[in-house]
């Protein structure tokens, strides 16, 4: 390892078992009463209503472990011009996933998530241990966690309003980074009020692949850093802002479809710069969101940005109580390479552009359904599987899933 870099992680960690040693000596709380804010009463296990999952208590409430879990099977129905494996119409499960989290005075977590529906085997998505060395204003996280780089990635899934992200965050977290990644966090927030949150990451960078998702030792001989500031003046705004700098080994980076037609592709390698902004408003039943990434390879000549602008409206009740949400997501997404060895083939064309008309129907807050049609074009056919379709330039896709948590 570089000396800079030793030296980093050196002080690094230093802090982090300063603070830690500093939490360890300071005033304790007594052993028989529970601390502020623990539930002494009531059941000791039972399952939390709206979807919270199963829970079970220690007598004197500060000890917690909770069970949840969802499941998303989903139906997909396209034009057969995408030149895909599978069929159309065709069933498939996204997600099905199961959840472990443990607490103990508030202040020290473990969490776990295996999700079973990869086709290869079941995966670990995250998992990691969280000790609050200030409480609210100084946590630690090691472990493999979500990268606080995009804010819609920093959603789980079964609270996406959408049934896929947007392409332009699809085809970063195909790279190493901005998914889950194993590293280590420092997170807070820097005022009492709770308006400015700060997230500091560092992770392996690792190359991840099909087989290994990211969970292997770093193979790469420079880490990844990520950082992000969140801003919430009010209940009813938050603006957010992230960074990246990584060095990559040799990839490739693919914007896709909907359907999974991969559109262009470019190679990239060596520094990436990458920024994220996003915003948030929810202005009675109306929600409005936008989110913005760019990355810059510069070292490849490519580069790529791209996000959406989204509008959703509440008609009837909400998700905790069940409710009725139409909404209107509009996404760009393009590329660009320098030079030919940034290019698998000759890149014909580069932007894609999709409009997705949806809608979120609450049974209750345990069981949704969710209706996307989605309409997508392009400036050109692009270099991979859309090159070979009649009517590259036009696909529509519709996604219906049907969702229960616990």
């Given at each position: 390892?570089?000396?800079?870099?030793?030296?980093?992680?050196?002080?690094?960690?230093?802090?982090?078992?300063?603070?830690?040693?500093?939490?360890?000596?300071?005033?304790?709380?007594?052993?028989?009463?529970?601390?502020?804010?623990a539930a002494e009463a009531g059941?000791?296990?039972?399952?939390?209503?709206?979807?919270?999952?199963?829970?079970?208590?220690?007598?004197?409430?500060?000890?917690?472990?909770?069970?949840?879990?969802?499941?998303?099977?989903?139906?997909?129905?396209?034009?057969?011009?995408?030149?895909?494996?599978?069929?159309?119409?065709?069933?498939?499960?996204?997600?099905?996933?199961?959840?472990?989290?443990?607490?103990?005075?508030?202040?020290?977590?473990?969490?776990?998530?295996?999700?079973?529906?990869?086709?290869?085997?079941?995966?670990?998505?995250?998992?990691?241990?969280?000790?609050?060395?200030?409480?609210?204003?100084?946590?630690?996280?090691?472990?493999?966690?979500?990268?606080?780089?995009?804010?819609?990635?920093?959603?789980?899934?079964?609270?996406?309003?959408?049934?896929?992200?947007?392409?332009?965050?699809?085809?970063?977290?195909?790279?190493?980074?901005?998914?889950?990644?194993?590293?280590?966090?420092?997170?807070?927030?820097?005022?009492?009020?709770?308006?400015?949150?700060?997230?500091?990451?560092?992770?392996?960078?690792?190359?991840?692949?099909?087989?290994?998702?990211?969970?292997?030792?770093?193979?790469?001989?420079?880490?990844d850093y990520i950082g992000r500031?969140?801003?919430?003046?009010?209940?009813?705004?938050?603006?957010?802002?992230?960074?990246?700098?990584?060095?990559?080994?040799?990839?490739?980076?693919?914007?896709?479809?909907?359907?999974?037609?991969?559109?262009?592709?470019?190679?990239?390698?060596?520094?990436?710069?990458?920024?994220?902004?996003?915003?948030?408003?929810?202005?009675?039943?109306?929600?409005?969101?936008?989110?913005?990434?760019?990355?810059?390879?510069?070292?490849?000549?490519?580069?790529?940005?791209?996000?959406?602008?989204?509008?959703?409206?509440?008609?009837?009740?909400?998700?905790?109580?069940?409710?009725?949400?139409?909404?209107?997501?509009?996404?760009?997404?393009?590329?660009?390479?320098?030079?030919?060895?940034?290019?698998?083939?000759?890149?014909?064309?580069?932007?894609?552009?999709?409009?997705?008309?949806?809608?979120?129907?609450?049974?209750?807050?345990?069981?949704?359904?969710?209706?996307?049609?989605?309409?997508?074009?392009?400036?050109?056919?692009?270099?991979?599987?859309?090159?070979?379709?009649?009517?590259?330039?036009?696909?529509?896709?519709?996604?219906?899933?049907?969702?229960?948590?616990?």
């Amino acid at each position: 390892m570089k000396s800079n870099s030793l030296r980093a992680f050196t002080f690094f960690f230093a802090l982090t078992a300063a603070a830690t040693a500093v939490h360890a000596q300071g005033p304790q709380a007594p052993a028989n009463p529970a601390p502020a804010g623990a539930a002494e009463a009531g059941p000791n296990v039972g399952v939390t209503p709206k979807g919270g999952g199963l829970f079970i208590k220690s007598d004197d409430g500060r000890a917690v472990v909770r069970l949840m879990g969802y499941a998303q099977p989903t139906f997909i129905a396209t034009a057969e011009s995408n030149k895909q494996a599978y069929k159309v119409p065709s069933f498939f499960v996204r997600r099905a996933r199961a959840d472990f989290k443990a607490e103990y005075d508030s202040l020290y977590t473990l969490f776990f998530e295996y999700d079973g529906g990869p086709t290869a085997a079941t995966s670990l998505v995250e998992g990691y241990a969280q000790a609050a060395l200030v409480k609210n204003y100084l946590n630690f996280r090691m472990g493999k966690y979500i990268q606080p780089f995009s804010a819609e990635n920093l959603r789980s899934s079964r609270a996406l309003e959408t049934v896929e992200r947007f392409q332009a965050l699809g085809a970063l977290v195909g790279l190493s980074a901005f998914d889950a990644k194993i590293g280590a966090m420092l997170f807070g927030t820097l005022d009492p009020e709770k308006q400015v949150k700060y997230f500091l990451s560092v992770n392996n960078g690792s190359l991840a692949t099909a087989s290994n998702g990211g969970d292997v030792r770093d193979n790469n001989s420079d880490k990844d850093y990520i950082g992000r500031f969140e801003f919430s003046p009010g209940k009813i705004f938050r603006v957010g802002v992230a960074g990246d700098y990584d060095k990559e080994k040799a990839q490739t980076l693919s914007v896709k479809s909907y359907s999974g037609a991969t559109f262009d592709t470019l190679h990239v390698y060596g520094t990436r710069i990458a920024l994220d902004v996003d915003l948030h408003s929810q202005l009675n039943n109306l929600g409005l969101e936008a989110e913005w990434l760019w990355a810059d390879f510069s070292d490849t000549g490519a580069s790529m940005n791209g996000g959406y602008v989204q509008a959703g409206y509440w008609v009837k009740g909400s998700e905790a109580e069940g409710g009725i949400e139409p909404l209107l997501r509009l996404e760009y997404t393009s590329v660009s390479a320098d030079h030919p060895p940034a290019a698998s083939t000759e890149v014909d064309g580069s932007v894609l552009m999709s409009a997705t008309l949806g809608v979120n129907y609450w049974m209750n807050g345990w069981t949704r359904w969710q209706l996307n049609l989605i309409e997508e074009t392009t400036s050109k056919k692009g270099n991979v599987t859309y090159a070979a379709a009649d009517d590259g330039r036009f696909l529509p896709t519709l996604f219906a899933q049907f969702q229960i948590k616990f």
